[in-house]
């Protein structure tokens, strides 16, 4: 069973950066898609940055493009999100996941392709 621990969460000023880390258990993580997703209050989760397995493929929605970046050191079983430039609208609940069914998936935006999801971590950009 694969549990993901997110840390790195705070309070920011816009334009500062941060960077969110999930650690993960289990001796397969290297052949996992992994993923970052957001829910601001109010709203629905919504995707934010997708890796696969072998840190050379990457998708961002247009809204992130250019200000964040997502990698893993599969050494550590960790995935990490530098988020730069940030913007009072990026404030939410910063969630990690996984796709531990499947091996050498490629990148999805799809919440519903994730089966295992960390607690959270709270992001909060200022004005």
């Known amino acids: 069973q694969v549990q993901l621990v997110e840390s790195g969460g705070g309070l920011v000023q816009a334009g500062g950066s941060l960077r969110l880390s999930c650690a993960a258990s289990?001796?397969?993580?290297?052949?996992?898609?992994m993923g970052w997703f957001r829910q601001a209050p109010e709203k629905e989760r919504e995707f934010v940055a997708a890796?696969?397995?072998?840190?050379?493929?990457?998708d961002y929605p247009d809204s992130v493009k250019g200000r964040f970046t997502i990698s893993r050191d599969n050494a550590k079983n960790t995935v990490y999100l530098q988020m730069n430039s940030l913007k009072p609208e990026d404030t939410a609940i910063y969630y990690c996941?996984?796709?531990?069914?499947?091996?050498?998936?490629?990148?999805?935006?799809?919440?519903?392709?994730?089966?295992?999801w960390g607690q959270g971590t709270q992001v909060t950009v200022s004005s």
């Open positions: 996941a996984a796709d531990s069914r499947r091996i050498h998936w490629p990148t999805s935006r799809s919440l519903f392709q994730y089966d295992t």
């Open positions: 289990g001796r397969t993580f290297s052949n996992y898609l």
């Open positions: 890796l696969n397995w072998n840190g050379r493929s990457t």
